[in-house]
């Protein structure tokens, strides 16, 4: 049974790499033009100073703090880094543009959070030690999020049965769901933050992994879909698997084009994104599926 205290130490170096880590991941979101995934990374900060601020730490004390910085400012990063990164992610593989964006976010989401802790050891600019802990029996915190995550999956499944996703995109999104919270608890592994009462917890990687974020993936999914159809002037399905190979560009605009209901300035932005020719050939690929 995975020990409800889930404790976290780390030097206060780290928290300088995982700044700059956030301000890469940032330029790269900035640079592909993903701006809802960008707006979104700000809200889930502001979801994870409620959850994990306001409420465990102000409230409900099952959050505990040890260190040189005041605990308030300290909180503004402690939320940011998971609240934003996660966040951004997330919504960046709910676009599902390409392939290619998918894969190369995933690697930089993953290799650069794993690699904060990996600098933090290795270059030890400031080793003033920070540990943060979590109380996750009070309240019965555990046992309603495995609920609420539960919840998840039979809201996705009756989505599936009424026709309103496919059994492909129930399938994405909790495989999403999961990435999200795996990417976190493998960097905690691999950097040895993780302590559990002196040793690594299978039982609870597993369980923090297939709970913790999946608690809303079905809701983003909704919300994400909500924000696209007012985006985009349609709900269009979503790029299948069986397309990756083939698309280059932005999936979701190119049907878009394909239907003309794209603004000519939007049209002209993701030329210059990705290039006429790309788009052109990729459009060509959509006309023959259809």
Not at 69 to 84: I, K, Q, V
């Amino acid at each position: 049974m995975a020990d409800p205290i889930v404790t976290r130490t780390i030097g206060v170096d780290f928290i300088y790499f995982d700044l700059l880590f956030l301000g890469i991941f940032m330029y790269f979101l900035i640079r592909k033009k993903y701006w809802l995934p960008m707006i979104w990374g700000f809200v889930g900060w502001g979801l994870y100073l409620l959850i994990d601020y306001y409420i465990w730490y102000i409230v409900m004390g099952s959050r505990t703090y040890s260190g040189p910085f005041n605990p308030h400012l300290f909180f503004m990063w402690f939320t940011f880094s998971p609240g934003f990164a996660q966040f951004a992610y997330c919504f960046v593989m709910l676009e599902k543009r390409n392939k290619r964006e998918m894969v190369g976010f995933t690697i930089l989401y993953f290799l650069g959070w794993m690699a904060i802790g990996a600098l933090s050891q290795v270059l030890p600019l400031d080793d003033r030690i920070i540990e943060v802990a979590r109380d996750m029996s009070a309240g019965n915190q555990r046992l309603i999020m495995t609920l609420v995550a539960l919840g998840n999956v039979v809201i996705a499944v009756i989505f599936v049965l009424f026709k309103k996703i496919r059994w492909e995109d129930f399938i994405f999104i909790f495989i999403v769901g999961t990435l999200v919270e795996l990417n976190l608890e493998l960097s905690l592994l691999v950097s040895g933050i993780r302590l559990e009462q002196g040793t690594w917890n299978l039982g609870l990687m597993v369980v923090n992994t297939l709970v913790e974020f999946n608690c809303g993936i079905s809701f983003i999914y909704l919300i994400f879909r909500g924000f696209q159809k007012i985006r985009d002037k349609h709900l269009y399905p979503q790029l299948s698997f069986e397309d990756f190979p083939f698309i280059k560009t932005d999936y979701n605009r190119l049907m878009s084009i394909q239907t003309n209901t794209i603004q000519p300035k939007t049209r002209d932005l993701i030329e210059k994104l990705y290039g006429a020719r790309k788009i052109d050939k990729d459009l060509e690929y959509i006309r023959s599926r259809t």
